[in-house]
Nanobody, 123 residues
Framework: QVQLVESGGGWLQAGGSLRLSCAAS????????MGWYRQAPGKQRELVAV???????NYADSVKGRFTISRDNAKNTVYLQMNSLRPEDTAVYYC?????????????????WGQGTQVTVSS
């Protein structure tokens, strides 16, 4: 019902910047929340940042002040601007989107994941 296409990952040196994008397409009524998670080798997937349709944001403590999440509702796209990157930011970054669909006469909230994009930060 929702397809997510991520872009923007890559390799760079510590201190650099990178911007990730995730575009949602498909059949849905709305996107109440859009966010980014990451998973480093041997670690569990963790929340990086999330933004609601009302533009409320929440960040992991480890990225506060360095990462900024934003969204373009007209394009159904969420962005993650990552500045002052550190080697410990190295991970696969996944887009996650909550969406509302209508089935018959009821609305349901579902979640979808992107395919992941690798971010590698060297020291």
């Amino acid at each position: 019902q929702v397809q997510l296409v991520e872009s923007g990952g890559g390799w760079l040196q510590a201190g650099g910047s990178l911007r990730l994008s995730c575009a949602a397409s498909g059949t849905f009524l709305s996107l109440p929340a859009m966010g980014w998670y990451r998973q480093a080798p041997g670690k569990q997937r963790e929340l990086v940042a999330v933004i609601t349709s009302g533009l409320n944001t929440n960040y992991a403590d480890s990225v506060k002040g360095r990462f900024t999440i934003s969204r373009d509702n007209a394009k159904n796209t969420v962005y993650l601007q990552m500045n002052s990157l550190r080697p410990e930011d190295t991970a696969v970054y996944y887009c996650n989107v909550d969406f509302i669909i209508r089935e018959r006469i009821s609305d349901y909230r579902r979640s979808a994941w992107g395919q992941g994009t690798q971010v590698t930060v060297s020291s």
